[in-house]
């Protein structure tokens, strides 16, 4: 079972950064891990992921340019570089892994494709 935790969440103003942490147990290779967020009254949005084995990437438009997702193997972490935020980027981030699951064809942006998650850390961005 993988075990996720997120951290690095906070305030900024707009157009600052922030880099979230999310260090998993149970870390395996070949698998999708994602971000994602929710803004309240919102869907649970999917911002990146990447496939652990290939190291592709994929990034919802509105996060383009400016979102940088990266993983450390050999501590087990994945992380969100944020940068040049905006107030609507203000929501709950979530790592989610789908372990030994696929990023491809438009799949990592579906939430319920993946069984584990973390805690979550909020991200507040004021104008």
């Known amino acids: 079972q993988v075990q996720l935790v997120e951290s690095g969440g906070g305030s900024v103003q707009a157009g600052g950064s922030l880099r979230l942490s999310c260090e998993g147990s149970g870390y395996t290779p070949r698998s999708c891990m994602g971000w994602f967020r929710r803004a309240p009254g919102q869907e649970r949005e999917g911002v990146a992921a990447v496939y652990t084995g290939s190291g592709s990437t994929y990034y919802a438009d509105s996060v383009k340019g400016r979102f940088t997702i990266s993983q450390d193997n050999s501590k087990n972490t994945l992380y969100l570089q944020m940068s040049s935020l905006k107030p609507e980027d203000t929501a709950m981030y979530y790592c989610?892994?789908?372990?030994?699951?696929?990023?491809?064809?438009?799949?990592?942006?579906?939430?319920?494709?993946?069984?584990?998650w973390g805690q979550g850390t909020q991200v507040t961005v004021s104008s």
């Open positions: 989610a892994a789908k372990v030994f699951g696929s990023c491809s064809g438009g799949s990592w942006k579906i939430w319920n494709y993946y069984r584990n």
